[in-house]
C-alpha cells in the first residue's frame, strides 16, 4: 500500500500504500520479487475486460436503482445483499507478516476477517496475545482478479472507514497481469482511497507508476465530519490518457503524466501502463512504513472495521485509445524582489497552517503537536515526537527547482531546550528525491541563523519541497523558525 504518501510521510517512502495483487507487483514497493500473492479462491473465467458482461446475479439490487454517471452504463455491482461473500466475484488473499511495507498483519483468507453482514461487506483487523504476551495482528484482504476486472470506466464504493492509530484501509486497483508491463512500479497502480486511521477528515488519491517509482497524488479533506462516522462514495473516471478523483461526487483531483519503462529500456508506448484491465482490491493494513504501529488508543472493536455498502463499475460505450502522451510543461514560478522562492518565509502573515497553500503544519505517525504564526516566527510544540522524523513536519510545496543550478536554503531558529531538527528539500511527485538531504542542525535556546548550499543535480521539477522534520528526534522541546529562504545562487 502505499507508500509515502505525502511524505507527509515524510519518508514514507513508499508510504507504501497497498499494492500487489496477485503477481508479484505486489504491495508497492517492498514486496519480494519472487513471493507471488496467493489467492485462495479464484474463478476459471479469465476474461480480461467487464465491458460486455453484465452481471447483477450477486445481488438483489435492480439496475434502475442504482444511479449511474451520465454517459456510462452499469457492467458489475456487489450490493453485498447475500450472507455471505460471492467466491463467483471476490478472492480472498493470504499473505504473510510484514510481506510489503513492514505491516504486522497476517492477511488470512477466512471470514473471521471478511465477511458480509447486513448488506456490507466487512473487513475486521483482529488483535490477539497469547500465554506469552506475544501479540498477533490479522486482518482480511479481498479482490477481483480475473472475475472482474475491468479497463476503463467509472469505478466507485461507498465506505466507512477505520478509526484508530496504526490502520491503513484502502480502496484501490492493480491489473490483472502484473507482468505484463514488469514488476511493481513498472505495471501501474491506482489508490482510489486511503485514509490514515488517525487522519480520518483526509482521504488520498495516488498513481503509482515508473520505473524508476514515481507518483501522482491528491488529498480531499472534509470541511465537516469524518471518513470514519459516515459513509461515503470514493470513484474515479479513468479514461484513456486521463484518470480523475472524486469524493461524493466532488472531483479533487487529475492526472495525464505518467509512463512505464524498464530501468536503461525505453519507455512504453503511451497511455502504458493504465492501458490494460485493472481489478479491485479492498483491505485493512495494520501498521507499517506509513501509518505506524497501533498504539494504546487503538481498539480493534467495530471501530476497526471497513464498511463497504457496494462497489459498482461503470463504462462508456466506447473509448479512444489513440492518444498521446501531454508535453510536460514545468511552471517554474519566478522568486520574488529579494530572490526568495518561499512565501510568507518572515512569518509576517498568520496563515492557514492545514492546507496545502504555502506553511502547512503536519503531525502525523504518532506525533501530536500544534504550530502557531506570531511575531514574525512560527513556534512549533509537540506534545508526542511520533516515531518517525516525519511525524512533526512544517512544509512549504511547489518550489521550482531547475536542473544544473546551485541553490541556498537558509533560516533562523531556536529551541526552548537544546535539541536537534532536520531541514531538507525534496521532491514529493519523484519518488521522494532529497535534492538537499535531511540534515540534523543542533538548536539552543538562542536564535541561530542556518545556511546550506547544494547543486540540484536532478530533473527540473516544479513541485519541490521545503521541509523542516521536528519528530522522533528525542526532544519535544518547542521549536522557533523564522526567516526561511530558498534562493538561487547561480
Not at 132 to 152: A, L
Not at 349 to 354: G, I, P, S
Amino acid at each position: 500500500m502505499r507508500k509515502r504518501v505525502s511524505k507527509s510521510f515524510a519518508i514514507i517512502l513508499s508510504s507504501m500504500m497497498l499494492l500487489s495483487a496477485v503477481t508479484g507487483c505486489g504491495d508497492k514497493k517492498e514486496t519480494s520479487k519472487e513471493e507471488k500473492t496467493e489467492i485462495v479462491s479464484q474463478s476459471t473465467d479469465n476474461d480480461a475486460e467487464v465491458e460486455e458482461a453484465t452481471d447483477t446475479s450477486a445481488t438483489d439490487v435492480s439496475e434502475d436503482e442504482i444511479e449511474t454517471p451520465e454517459g456510462f452504463k452499469l457492467v458489475w455491482h456487489d450490493e453485498f445483499n447475500g450472507t455471505e461473500l460471492s467466491e463467483d466475484d471476490w478472492n480472498r488473499e493470504k499473505h504473510k507478516v510484514g510481506w510489503v511495507n513492514h505491516e504486522l498483519q497476517a492477511y488470512v483468507p477466512s471470514a473471521d476477517y471478511a465477511y458480509v453482514k447486513d448488506g456490507e461487506l466487512i473487513i475486521q483487523p483482529v488483535k490477539t496475545e497469547d500465554e506469552n504476551g506475544d501479540v498477533k495482528y490479522y486482518s482480511g484482504r479481498v479482490n477481483t482478479q480475473n472475475k472482474h476486472d475491468i479497463k476503463y470506466g467509472w469505478i466507485e464504493a461507498r465506505i466507512k472507514f477505520p478509526q484508530g492509530k496504526g490502520f491503513l484501509p484502502a480502496f484501490w486497483m492493480m491489473p490483472q497481469d502484473e507482468d505484463y508491463y514488469g514488476q511493481w512500479p513498472k505495471c501501474g497502480e491506482i489508490d482510489i482511497a486511503e485514509v490514515l486511521g488517525d487522519n480520518i477528515g483526509t482521504t488520498y488519491g495516488t498513481l503509482h507508476y515508473g520505473e524508476p517509482h514515481n507518483q501522482n497524488q491528491g488529498t480531499y479533506t472534509l470541511k465537516d465530519g469524518d471518513f470514519a462516522n459516515d459513509y461515503h462514495v470514493f470513484a474515479i473516471e479513468w479514461e484513456p490518457g486521463l484518470i480523475k478523483w472524486y469524493v461524493d461526487g466532488e472531483q479533487f483531483f487529475e492526472t495525464n503524466d505518467w509512463f512505464s519503462k524498464w530501468p536503461g529500456g525505453k519507455e512504453k508506448t503511451y497511455p502504458a501502463p493504465f492501458d490494460q484491465p485493472f481489478h479491485v482490491i479492498l483491505n485493512v493494513a495494520v501498521g507499517g512504513d506509513w501509518p505506524g504501529d497501533p498504539d494504546e488508543t487503538t481498539t480493534f472493536d467495530e471501530k476497526a472495521q471497513m464498511r463497504v455498502d457496494y462497489v459498482r463499475y461503470f463504462q462508456k460505450d466506447s473509448y479512444d485509445e489513440n492518444v498521446e502522451k501531454p508535453e510536460k510543461v514545468l511552471e517554474m514560478r519566478e522568486a520574488d524582489e529579494t530572490g526568495n522562492f518561499v512565501h510568507n518565509g518572515d512569518f509576517a502573515e498568520a496563515e492557514d497552517l492545514t492546507d496545502d497553500v504555502d506553511w502547512k503544519f503536519m503531525a502525523q505517525n504518532g506525533g501530536k503537536g500544534e504550530a502557531v504564526i506570531q511575531n514574525g516566527e512560527i513556534t512549533i510544540t509537540t506534545e508526542d515526537e511520533g516515531g518517525e522524523e516525519y511525524s512533526i513536519q512544517l512544509v512549504q510545496p511547489e518550489m521550482p527547482m531547475e536542473q544544473g543550478a546551485k541553490y541556498k536554503i537558509s533560516f533562523e531558529a531556536y529551541a526552548d531546550e537544546e535539541r536537534q531538527m532536520k531541514p531538507a528539500v525534496t521532491a514529493p511527485t519523484a519518488n521522494w528525491i532529497r535534492y538537499f538531504p535531511d540534515t540534523p542542525v543542533d538548536l539552543t535556546t538562542d536564535w541561530q541563523t542556518f545556511e546550506f548550499e547544494f547543486d540540484m543535480e536532478d530533473e527540473s521539477d516544479d513541485k519541490g519541497r521545503v521541509e523542516f522534520n521536528m519528530g522522533a528526534q528525542n526532544s519535544t522541546a518547542t521549536i522557533h523558525i523564522r526567516n526561511v529562504r530558498l534562493e538561487k545562487v547561480e
